[in-house]
């Protein structure tokens, strides 16, 4: 019989706590928009996106929605901590919001256990509702994120 062997030591690869999946179904709510300050990390991609959706050059949407932070790019924030695009009424950019955001709660430091989920699930009213997102899911998710399963 032939065992998994995995390069870090041969030991069968571990079956992450959210194997069978997690549900979450975003309620465009915000309260991830809001707030506090931080980062909103954004991508050459995400830039173009976002600007062409907005119709503008991608140099005139740096210079005035994006500033460097950490060696990366980040939008810029409202003095309260909000987003600059989060309005009443929702998302301005919903559909071409970033990478950072569509991949919003399946994020390394939430899957990393149980408890951090439920951490995290206190301040979020759509985490454990709506679409059960299954492993690969997840893990597609973590890898866009350029990081390998938890």
């Known amino acids: 019989m032939k065992r998994f062997q995995k390069k870090s030591g041969g030991k ?3 079956t992450p706590w959210y194997s069978a999946g997690l549900r979450f179904a975003c309620l465009r709510c915000g309260d991830c928009c ?4 931080g980062f909103v990390w954004v991508t ?5 996106a976002i600007s062409e959706s907005l119709d503008m050059a991608a140099r005139q949407f740096e210079a005035r929605y994006v500033r460097k932070a ?15 695009f989060w309005s009443r009424e929702g998302c ?11 991949t919003f709660p399946f994020w390394p430091e939430y899957l990393r256990s149980a408890h951090a ?3 995290v699930q206190k301040r979020c009213p759509a985490i454990g509702t709506g679409k059960l ?18």
């Open 12 to 14: 069968a690869p571990k």
């Open 44 to 48: 050459h991609n995400d830039i173009n």
């Open 117 to 119: 989920w439920g951490a």
């Open 70 to 84: 950490h060696g990366r790019f980040s939008l810029v924030e409202l003095d309260n901590g909000d987003c600059i």
């Open 133 to 150: 997102h299954s492993i690969e899911e997840i893990t597609q998710k973590l890898r866009q994120l350029n990081y390998d399963e938890l």
């Open 34 to 37: 809001r707030g506090e300050p």
């Open 92 to 102: 301005k950019i919903y559909a071409v919001r970033p990478l950072q955001c569509r």
